[in-house]
Nanobody
């Protein structure tokens, strides 16, 4: 299983970025897919997750209305569209997959495979 995250970069506050996570060796639609981020010196935090089979989408309160998680099954890829970015969104963003129930989606331990991370820097 390989998850390749990309799309990070430097953006001004108020700007947008779209992150991508391309999966290989696994059919992404069979898994919960999530995004987490880790700010410097802090623990990894949940951003968003969704599921195709059975449905469901969950966002962290801090990103509701600004970020959107989506998928392209044909490309076996999950995306994170980030709008109205804030300096506090700065960090390394990781994609992950798992099969836990929706009650566990916000937990790091719910995910079995992780991408390598892509750095997002939002300047004020």
């Amino acid at each position: 299983v390989q998850l390749q995250a990309s799309g990070g970069g430097l953006v001004q506050a108020g700007g947008s970025l779209r992150l991508s996570c391309a999966a290989s060796g696994v059919t992404l639609s069979q898994y919960v897919a999530a995004w987490f981020y880790q700010a410097p010196g802090k623990e990894r935090e949940f951003v968003a997750a969704n599921r195709v089979i059975g449905g469901g989408t969950v966002y962290a309160d801090s990103v509701k209305g600004r970020f959107t998680i989506s998928r392209d099954s044909a490309k076996n890829t999950v995306y994170l569209q980030m709008n109205s970015l804030k300096p506090e969104d700065t960090g390394v963003y990781y994609c992950a997959i798992g099969r836990g129930p929706i009650s566990t989606w916000r937990q790091v331990r719910s995910y079995v495979d992780w991408g390598q991370g892509t750095l997002v820097t939002v300047s004020s």
